[in-house]
């Protein structure tokens, strides 16, 4: 659904000042500029959804990888339609890029869930060691915050919105903001 606004902490949001698209064919839009606030409100609800979802199980954040990766399956002709007009690249190429999408947030999701890309490592302590005791030392991968995904042009789905970097994020725990690029917004809605 098309609403030409932002969707920040669950909650779609209007703007006060609107853009048109610029499709290379189909109907122009009118969508919501992002303000300042905006932003600030997005940040702040992907800390507060860190709170939870950066300690979220293996198995929760791979069906979310695995709900994402559905829904794009489901929309899939909707979305290949609009990045035709919005980009005016061949609606094969878009398919193929859907599907590669699709692709990257399935494969995180087995990754995840498999937990072989966890390096845990500990180090006992030297208290013998000089000039200095080294006490022990322990590394674990864990999700350090929200991230910032910026919406790439040449691009708008595989290396953008849902793509690769949006999913790695997601699949190592950390909510994501996501600023589409302005001359697909509507894909990016």
């Known amino acids: 659904m098309l609403t030409g606004q932002h969707f920040i902490a669950g909650k779609w949001v209007k703007g006060d000042a609107t853009f048109s698209s610029e499709p290379s064919s189909g109907s122009s839009h009118e969508f919501a500029v992002g303000r300042v606030a905006d932003v600030n409100a997005a940040v702040e609800a992907a800390e507060a959804a860190f709170e939870t979802f950066g300690y979220s199980s293996r198995e929760e954040r791979a069906a979310f990888l695995n709900a994402i990766a559905d829904e794009i399956d489901v929309l899939g002709d909707q979305i290949t339609e609009i990045g035709v007009q919005e980009t005016g690249l061949p609606a ?45 030392m322990y590394m674990i991968q864990r999700p350090i915050g929200p991230v910032a995904v910026f919406g790439a042009s040449n691009f708008p789905l595989a290396f953008s919105t849902a793509g690769g970097d949006t999913a790695a994020a997601l699949a190592a725990g950390c909510p994501v903001v996501v600023k589409g690029h302005s001359a697909h917004p509507e894909r990016a809605s």
Not at 100 to 118: D, K, P, V, W
């Open 92 to 136: 094969a190429r878009l398919q193929g890029e859907r599907g590669r999408t699709t692709g990257q947030l399935r494969l995180f999701a087995e990754r995840i869930l498999s937990g072989e890309y966890l390096d845990r490592r500990y180090d006992e302590a030297l208290p013998d060691r000089a000039p200095l005791p080294r006490p022990d």
